[in-house]
């Protein structure tokens, strides 16, 4: 097993770049935004009908995220624990992969009345990015050393910020300037012809080509996935340690799990930090998930605001993610995480009170900051808790990232449901104080050694 090898480090971090697309794009910034202007009638009426059931647009968007996340926790312990039976975690990274990706080329069809196929293609391409990251993430303590994980994990997502950036600003430049890729002069005209004045024709021809664009950006989203991600799968090993494997792969994967299972029972450290991670990580996500919803209904943010406020945030992130990896290696990962739970609960505190958008861009900016810490530090910190002398780490994944799944369908399935209680979406963020604490109390009682986690002892 080599380590440190800086091509395979970089290979293996342009997956993140390959899938973040779709964090950002599709779950936080252009997506959000079009799915309620098409999906909310002129006269503000923001109830859809699916299969039936007459729901409001933000609410049936929190529970199909919801039950998307649930469904990957439920079959990630198998999945993971065949992987690592067989030492073939890039095929199933693969299965993830294209079920995301070609997902987000489904969401070109989506029109406004179809709200049916935009849900299932909502919930197949966040299965696809969802249950991929659980094989993804256990290649890092494969490919990086103990001291290096930090360095590496904040890497990984760095890239992910910035590929996603780019490939958002390219988005939002087609979007804002129909006139480059159609004769707007001619669809006026057409509308023209309908009874419309000039001006009128004019606006409407634009937002008729601008919502082309919007869902051909759904479409590169799914195209920059797959491609991107053939670097990965082209350098990176599948590291099956020559381990010559037979037998039933679904059978050997339930042993496979089970084994982790009973290790995980012994391992304190581990499981008091993600019970931790559960907690805190019910918030990050939500917010994460959710802000540009927030900002569309509670402060009648326009689309470029939302989308100028999603780019605040990854930019920010970036740095964010070093700069955290840096105080980790200068006061250890448990103090660096209680410094990033802290300053979310003040974030939830002002999104409570918010309510210009120039407030919202300040709490963007902190939100960037911690995100990217959070996020990317917390992923290392597991990774140094697993036991040193273990092969399956994509199953001691699986736990990690069934806990990261759970919390996001109870943050959000919670926040969806206090906003229907109550109809106002600003007491939904009440909740996420709460989560932020107590997952802030657990973190305390976390004991993570400084410098150097001795894996297999020092985590018991």
Known sequence: MELNNKKIINAWGMYDWANSVYSLVITSAIFPVYYNLVTTTKDGNDKVDFFGIEIVNTVLYSYA????FLFVAAVLPLLSGMADYSGKKKFFLKIFMYTGALSCIGLWFFTGENVEWAIICSVLASIGYSGGLVFYDAF???????????????KGYSLGYIGSVILLVVNIVMIENPDWFFNIENKASEFASMGLGPAEATEKAEGHYATILTRLSFMMVGLWWIVFSQITFRV????????SRTGNILTKGYEEILKVWLALKKLRVMKLFLVAFFFYNMGVQTVMYLAAT????????????????????????????YLFAGISKMYGNKRALVIM?????????GAYFVTTKY???????????????????SRATFAKLIPRDTLDHASFFSFYDVTFNLSIVLGTFSYGLIEQLTNDMRNS?????????VGLGFLLLVKIPFHKVIKGEAAR
């Open 140 to 154: 890092l303590p494969e490919i990086a050393s103990e001291d290096q994980m930090d360095k590496v994990s904040a």
């Open 236 to 243: 990176v090993p599948d590291y099956n340690y020559g381990n």
């Open 359 to 377: 407030e919202f861009f300040v709490l963007a900016f902190v939100v960037g900051m911690v995100m990217g810490g959070i996020q990317s530090l």
């Open 65 to 68: 995220l919801s039950f998307s």
């Open 341 to 349: 739970v802290f300053i979310w609960v003040f974030i939830c505190v």
């Open 429 to 437: 963020v009440l909740a996420l104080i709460m989560f932020f604490m």
């Open 294 to 321: 927030f900002g569309s209904k509670e402060l009648r943010l326009d689309s470029a605001s939302l989308i100028l406020t999603v780019l605040i945030i990854q930019l920010v992130a970036i740095g964010g993610a």
